[in-house]
């Protein structure tokens, strides 16, 4: 048997995209849609302050194409906290106009492929700020699902400890490459969502997220054993673009 490489993890994930009932919204009266939306932004104020405290953190997109028009992603250090903001968003007015349409629930994963021994990932400052970290506000974000191929000659769970590492470390470089351009967080969601990881990716120009995935294409680990799912691809939703969006 080959040998699981161990990871660290960090604050559970939860990627909520929803389906604006446009119909439905534009049937109430500007009043109640205005308390819809006041009801939202305190919900927002909430999560924000979750943020500032460190306790959590949250981001807000619109989505393009048909699969969804809003993605809220919520970071918690619990899975009981996390269905307590899933469940208050529920309980909104505003939720009444929305139809889920896709989530995924996952934790802040970072593997020790090609981490350093000398360092107590318990205690190191950059390692705690990468388990539980507070989402960046860029323009745009990228989230898929992945799995690492099980198809014969293919499979990744069957390559010794060495081999993995050597992959993965080419895996960092490429991606080492963008530093500055995209922030990554890797959420492992094996035993708790359909597939292994999720990928989301933040930057303020979409185009880096073609380039980057392009150019994993072709590397090693995501040509032969990469496996992917849905792409989302969403634009930064703050205040007043959210009034704006939900304006008749
Ligand atoms: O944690 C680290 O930053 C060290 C190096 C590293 C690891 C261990 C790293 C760096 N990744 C790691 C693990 Mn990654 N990553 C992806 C995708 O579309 C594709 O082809 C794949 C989707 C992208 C775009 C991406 C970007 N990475 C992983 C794992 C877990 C594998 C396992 O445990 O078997 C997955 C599934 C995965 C997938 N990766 C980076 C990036 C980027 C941009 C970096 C550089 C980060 C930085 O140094 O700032």
New binding site residues.
């Given amino acids: 048997m080959s040998e699981a490489?161990n990871?660290l993890e960090g604050w559970f994930v939860l990627h909520d995209v929803r389906t604006i009932d446009w119909a439905a919204w534009k049937s109430i009266s500007e009043d109640l849609r205005q308390a819809a939306l006041d009801e939202l932004l305190t919900l927002q104020q909430e999560w924000s302050q979750t943020e500032e405290n460190k306790l959590g953190s949250y981001a807000l997109y619109s989505v393009l194409g048909h699969k969804g028009d809003l993605v809220f992603m919520h970071l918690r250090p619990t899975m009981q906290e996390l269905n307590a903001v899933e469940t208050a968003f529920n309980k909104s007015l505003f939720a009444e106009f929305t139809i889920p349409s896709y989530s995924y629930v996952s934790v802040v994963?970072?593997?020790t492929?090609?981490?350093s021994p000398d360092v107590d990932p318990e205690t190191d400052p950059y390692i705690q700020g990468?388990l539980k970290p507070i989402l960046p506000k860029t323009e745009h974000i990228c989230f898929?699902p992945?799995n690492?191929r099980r198809q014969g000659n293919d499979n990744?769970y069957m390559l010794s400890m060495e081999e993995?590492k050597s992959m993965?470390r080419s895996?960092?470089m490429?991606?080492?490459s963008?530093?500055g351009r995209?922030?990554?967080v890797?959420s492992?969601s094996v035993g708790f969502d359909d597939w292994?990881?999720g990928?989301t990716?933040f930057a303020d120009d979409p185009i880096t997220f073609k380039k980057?995935?392009y150019e994993?294409?072709f590397?090693e680990?995501?040509a032969r054993y990469?496996d992917?799912g849905s792409f989302f691809v969403g634009n930064k939703v703050d205040n007043t673009s959210l009034a704006e969006l939900l304006s008749m």
């Fill in positions: 490489v990871t994963e970072l593997s492929y090609v981490s990468r898929y992945m690492k990744w993995r993965m895996h960092g490429i991606g080492r963008y530093a995209v922030t990554q890797i492992g292994e990881w990928v990716l980057l995935v994993m294409r590397d680990v995501s990469g992917f």
